[in-house]
């Protein structure tokens, strides 16, 4: 069993949408989750991080992590083409511990 | 202005050859990262120093070897280049002692591209 697994898509949604990315993780332990966004060619950069169970909402993006199923989900509310990117979640079990990055998925959002 | 920088972007080396890539943050970040991105995207931790101290260093070749001359910055040098080290490289930092919102959230460099002919 993978560590970090995610949906690799590519995962298409109309714009305006809402787009929902899942990631599911190995280590009961992790502590730490986060969602990254990676544009082509560029470096990944930090969209949300969730320590606790339940919703985090930041603008148009909520994370939500279930800790008891392992699993952690990025949902996109009112998408836009500029969205269109790859999504990495990552794990860490504690903070001197390695992030664990799953394969991300990709995102395109059609106008 | 950039919070972590990297040097150089691209290189393009010959099998064989010694090569380095140096990484600053002016974050006053604690811990610093080196991360191998290949050809399908796979983002896979190198190496992690805190407070210049080696505290992650995978199953990576004892080609590579990372050096950290102070905590804003960590250099990673690579001897006798082959064909599979071509990637992109980033370098990550973060503050893991504390205990803001946002500890441990890692902030990249904007990659080196190396390609090994």
């Known amino acids: 069993q993978k560590e970090v697994e995610q949906n690799s898509g590519p995962l298409s949604v109309p714009e305006g949408a809402i787009a929902s990315l899942n990631c599911t993780y190995s280590d009961r332990g992790s502590q730490s989750f986060f969602w990254y966004r990676q544009y082509s060619g560029k470096s990944p950069e930090l969209i949300m991080s969730i320590y606790s169970n339940g919703d985090k909402e930041d603008g148009r993006f909520t994370a939500q992590l279930n800790k008891a199923s392992q699993y952690v989900s990025l949902l996109i509310r009112d998408s836009q083409p500029s969205d269109s990117a790859t999504y990495l979640c990552?794990?860490?079990?504690?903070?001197?511990?390695?992030?664990?990055f799953g394969p991300g998925t990709s995102l395109s959002v059609i106008p | 202005d950039t919070a972590v920088s990297q040097t150089p972007k691209y290189l393009v080396t010959q099998m064989g050859n010694d090569k380095s890539i140096k990484c600053e943050q002016n974050?006053?970040?604690?811990?610093m990262y080196w991360y191998k991105q290949d050809s399908k995207k796979f983002l896979k931790i190198m190496f992690s120093y805190n407070n210049k101290e080696l505290i992650i260093n995978e199953t990576v070749p004892n080609r590579f070897s990372p050096k950290s001359p102070d905590k804003a910055h960590l250099n990673l040098h690579i001897n006798s280049l082959e064909l599979g080290d071509s990637a992109v490289y980033f370098c990550a930092s973060c503050n893991l002692a504390g205990r803001s919102s946002s500890y441990n959230e890692q902030f990249f460099g904007p990659g080196t591209r190396l390609t090994v002919l």
């Open positions: 974050l006053g970040h604690d811990t």
């Open positions: 990552a794990v860490m079990k504690t903070s001197y511990d390695k992030v664990i």
